[in-house]
């Protein structure tokens, strides 16, 4: 769609936000590009273009290049979204589907800048949208449309959500320090003798502006040897069964988006679930906190750091343990608005807190790729590599796959 000359065009970041939890996707991306089509009719017919201005189409653009993100929301969107943001009614925009409300902060704080100006410059199929939202890149320039995104912004008004580009691609092993909504199924496969096959299911849920709750369960199979009355191993079996069970709270602590930072705190029970004869539990509650780090360099390089210490109720059971884990990565993108990449290295150390045990070290090289359109369903795949005790310790493949189930439904926008 081109834009009519010399009238400002409707908005497209604004009008492909990112679907809320209670409006299917579909539903919504349908509603913004009728809203599309209808408010630059209705600007076209009741704004008149400026003589001068019809003579001149390059010196019009000059103009709406020189407007500020407000006067080209107002311009453009106020008379379907309102000049709060909250939406016009029903009987003002002339249907019944609900208008998203850019002061929902829940809503409008998640979803980094980019997303929203790839929708508004390439249209709704680049993210996983009906078609029926254009793209506006011949219509408005991305600069453009990236202020009137800055000017959405501040009808949230609540500095206490954290920005979505504080929302760091996650590692296989070291959590995250942003708020969020995910499940997670994670995979390990042990390369050595005697074979493993790990599974973990993460369900991540978000309340408020900084605090998540977070559910962990756990389980796996295992090679055991059975042994003869003498100790001598007469053949092989496989056990499995349910680990641990966690239950964590994390909190965000600290968030800037001008210093690209986030810092949060969590308290962790693992509840003795799991088998301890078998070798999937420890046989007592153990509680656990840590401090996760994340921060944002230039050209989409990024550290991320979490310190844990783990501390067993029944001292006899279980020693206690601390951790240390950093990972730095980058993100690189297929083009200007397609596929995400982000290959990480995650660099692990932990160890006993008494009795001058060993520090155990491990490397995790892996890449993250999103595997949808939308770029809410992920996948992430690398190698644990023991650095200490190698005879000993395991070598793992890993996998898992993620959804970002608040962007919508696992096979929505592909």
């Known amino acids: 769609m081109s834009r009519p000359l010399p ?35 209705a600007l076209a017919i009741a704004l008149p273009a400026p003589a001068a201005a019809q003579e001149n189409p390059a010196a019009a653009q000059a103009a709406y290049a020189d407007m500020s993100g407000e006067a080209l929301y107002r311009a453009a969107c106020a008379a379907c979204h309102g000049a709060d943001g909250t939406g016009a009614s029903a009987a003002d925009v002339g249907f019944d589907i609900a208008l998203p409300d850019f002061s929902e902060c829940a809503f409008a704080s998640r979803e980094p800048d980019a997303d ?19 793209a506006f890149g011949d219509a408005l320039t991305e600069a453009e449309i990236r ?41 390990g496969v042990s390369v050595d003798d005697p074979q493993a096959v790990s599974h973990e299911f993460v369900y991540e849920r978000r309340f408020g502006s900084r605090n998540q709750v977070e559910v962990v369960v756990p389980f796996g199979f295992q090679e055991r040897a059975v042994l003869a009355g003498d100790g001598t191993e007469i053949s092989r079996d ?45 046989g007592t509650t153990v509680f656990e906190s840590f401090l996760a780090y994340g921060q944002i360099f230039r050209n989409d390089v990024f550290l991320q750091a979490q310190g844990l210490v783990e501390l067993p109720f029944d001292q006899d059971a279980a020693d206690n343990e601390g951790a240390l884990r950093l990972v730095l990565g980058r993100t690189f993108r297929e083009g200007r608005w397609g596929r995400a990449w982000s290959p990480m290295l995650e660099v692990l150390a932990g160890r006993e807190l008494e009795g001058g045990g060993s520090t155990d070290w ?6 993250q790729v999103t595997l949808n359109t939308r770029q809410h369903v992920m996948a992430n795949a690398g190698v644990r590599i023991p650095l200490t005790d190698s005879d000993t310790r395991s070598t793992q493949l890993l996998v898992y796959v993620l959804w970002d189930w608040f962007d919508g439904g696992f096979f929505d926008g592909w």
């Open 362 to 367: 491990d490397l995790v090289p892996q890449v």
């Open 147 to 187: 202020r009137i995104v800055q000017y959405i912004r501040g009808f949230c008004g609540d500095a206490d959500w954290p920005r979505g580009e504080l929302n760091l691609p996650r590692a296989l092993v070291t959590e995250k320090a942003y708020p969020e909504d995910e499940a997670v199924y994670t995979v």
């Open 7 to 41: 009238l400002p065009t409707p908005a497209p970041a604004l009008l492909a936000a990112p679907p809320t939890a209670t409006v299917p996707a579909t539903v919504r991306a349908l509603a913004l590009a009728a809203v599309t089509t209808l408010s630059g009719l």
């Open 116 to 134: 929203w100006v790839a929708v508004g410059h390439e249209g709704g199929p680049t993210r996983g949208f009906d078609p029926m939202m254009p």
């Open 238 to 282: 496989w056990v499995g069964g349910i680990e641990d069970i966690v239950i964590g709270l994390k909190r965000d602590v600290f968030h800037s988006f001008e210093r690209r930072s986030i810092v949060s705190v969590a308290g962790e029970i693992k509840l003795p679930t799991g088998d301890e004869d078998d070798g999937f539990g420890t």
